[in-house]
């Protein structure tokens, strides 16, 4: 993707506003970010702020606790608000983080795009922007990014939805239908991608097939990341298309959805197709034991939240934190320098070890 200097970056930002949707996210050019622009070292003791989206999965939920415990043991003074009202709740929330003097403002976006004039005013008042699991899009106010490899995540599910089918079936062609998370999150299209990146071959060779003919992202959405909306869709899709052909899979960008899907499925009285998840949620763990739900990823949020307070503490100290990736996140505006930590596989033959150290799941998933 091209960079764009800063003279002019006003009107640049406009301009491709509207190429946004389709063009952010992951970057295949390679382009790096230059300088950060990090900000100073500030008091320990400092508020951090952290602006949390809506609570669509458990990372979530938990993301808001670990981050009250973590900053505090940390030694500053957390300031963790969720935006379940929707975009203009964050963007007052984040506002409001600015008069209070937040030093480092943590976002988990719920709209990356729409963040642009209080991030703006973040980055005035001398702080410190970390885009938190969800990258922040059109803004060159965001000075670091910290998240799960998404497009990673996406190639997984792409591969486990055809490892899973091969396994009941040795020998193709194969039916699915393809489902994609909320069109305002960021992550949503680098999920897609990524899975597609496997698929898409297997589409083209005749080895999968969509019979519903919705292969597009824009086609495959899930609004709000909604359970509901999922579940209309997937009674739409078999009463339209699955009256006597059989489903054989189905993408589910992440446990909530996928577990719409199967409910959607049974309500038809279709045999199970296999069916992918993301989020490790208590529920899909248990389906994944029980043979239902194929496949889920391990993000564990413990380690998300630990290594964006190591961010912080190198910034509060006044040290550039470390990154490793500076060419994968380019939000339109700048190569975002990230650190990005390895998701992880989870189906039944696995599902028994995945979790040894997870003080939730654990439990649930000893032999
Ligand atoms: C997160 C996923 C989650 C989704 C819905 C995404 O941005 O990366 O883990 O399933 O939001 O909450």
Known sequence: ??????????????????????????????????????????????????????????????????????????????????ANGGVSEQQNQISAMITKGDKVIIVGAIDGAQLGTQLQQAKDAGATIIAYDRLLLNTPNVDYYVAYDNFKVG?????????????????????????????????????????????????????????????????????????ENAQKRMDTLLAGTYGTAALDGVLSPNDTIARAILTSVKAAGKPLPIVTGQDSEVESVKSIMAGEQYSTINKDTRALVEHSIVMVNDIQAGKTPEINDDKSYNNTVKVVPAYLLEPVIVTKDNVHTAYENDPVLGPITKQ
Do not use: H
């Open 1 to 82: 993707m091209r960079m764009i200097g800063k003279a002019g970056k006003a009107a640049a930002i406009a301009a491709i506003a509207a190429l946004a949707l389709t063009a952010c996210g992951r970057s295949d050019t390679g382009t790096t970010s230059g300088s950060s622009t990090g900000g100073e070292a500030f008091p320990k003791g400092s508020a951090i702020g952290v602006a949390l989206p809506q609570k669509t999965s458990e990372n979530w939920v938990l993301a808001e606790q670990l981050f009250n415990d973590g900053l505090t043991a940390a030694g500053y003074k957390p300031d963790v608000q969720f």
């Open 155 to 227: 190639e997984l599910q792409g591969k486990a939805l055809l490892d899973g089918m091969k396994g009941k079936k040795p020998e193709g062609p194969y039916n699915i239908e393809l489902f994609a998370g909320s069109p305002d999150d960021a992550n949503a299209k680098v999920f897609f991608d990524g899975a597609m990146s496997v698929l898409k071959p297997k589409i083209v060779d005749g080895t999968l097939k969509v019979l519903s003919g919705q292969t597009s992202f824009e086609q495959a959405v899930t609004q709000g990341w909604k359970a």
